[in-house]
Nanobody
């Protein structure tokens, strides 16, 4: 089992920045990738970004490319999401996720096995 704990959410004005962090514990040696998803009120959960745990390949949803950066600290078992130039439409609960299996890409919920509790990000206009 792997446990995930997110931190760093909050309220920010449009154009501002936030940094989310996710700490993984437990059987982290079994991980193949970690990522972030988000869910806005009344909408389905959607992919935001992911990173292969070993080699560091990254994947981004189109609307966040150039604004968000995902990174991982292999020694600390953490993955961060730096969010710049935030927009009101980025408002959502952000969930950290971790997956054990190897895929050609990581963009879908089914590719992840473990989930955090979520952290609220609110961007005011």
């Amino acid at each position: 089992q792997v446990q995930l704990v997110e931190s760093g959410g909050g309220l920010v004005q449009a154009g501002g920045s936030l940094r989310l962090s996710c700490a993984a514990s437990g059987r982290t040696f079994s991980l193949a990738a970690m990522g972030w998803f988000r869910q806005a009120p009344g909408k389905e959960r959607e992919f935001v970004a992911a990173i292969r745990w070993g080699v560091g390949n990254t994947y981004y949803e189109d609307s966040v490319k150039g604004r968000f950066t995902i990174s991982r600290d292999y020694a600390k078992n953490t993955v961060d999401l730096q969010m710049n130039r935030l927009k009101p439409e980025d408002t959502a609960v952000y969930y950290c996720a971790a997956g054990r299996a190897y895929y050609s890409e990581y963009r879908r919920s089914r590719e992840f096995d473990y989930w955090g509790q979520g952290t609220q990000v609110t961007v005011s206009s």
